[in-house]
């Protein structure tokens, strides 16, 4: 470091020594360890309650074509019954979602679809991250039964 002269006495230059930055950057790594988990968990929470919230949009909009057409679409009809008239629902008055396209869930997957369903009169449920029944936090099922 280079020294000044001030009117005739020394001064240093200033600034962090290296164990000063080294326990700084220890104090940050330690914040992040204990704050990391509970952000990511938050995030995680976000995409099963996103998918919850398109699966009660998908219920109302199915609620309309029955109010329409007479009746759900079947499951072979799915979800795509909202978005284009299937040949024999007589009454319909789509497209009956705004976008004009399913949407998929937040892990990127179709949306399932049953109808009659298994726990309640129609069944529309997202098997959660890893695309397969059952699991717990984001790998856990997300359907308009729960």
Excluded at 76 to 89: C, F, H, I, M, Y
Excluded at 119 to 128: A, P, Q, S, V, W
């Amino acid at each position: 470091m280079k020294q000044h002269k001030r009117n005739g006495r020394q001064s240093r230059q200033t600034g962090f020594t290296l164990m000063e930055l080294l326990v700084v950057l220890a104090i940050l790594g330690l914040l992040m360890s204990l704050v990391g988990p509970a952000v990511l968990k938050q995030l995680g929470g976000a995409k099963s309650k996103t998918a919850g919230i398109q699966i009660k949009d998908l219920e109302q909009s199915l609620e309309m074509y029955k109010l329409d057409v007479g009746r759900f679409p079947t499951t072979e009809q799915g979800l795509e019954a909202l978005v284009r008239k299937p040949s024999n629902a007589a009454g319909w008055n789509g497209p009956y979602l705004k976008s004009k396209e399913v949407p998929l869930d937040p892990w990127n997957q179709e949306y399932h679809y049953k109808y009659p369903g298994e726990k309640g009169e129609l069944d529309i449920f997202t098997y959660g991250q890893n695309g397969v029944p059952g699991g717990d936090g984001e790998d856990a099922d997300v359907g308009n039964w729960r």
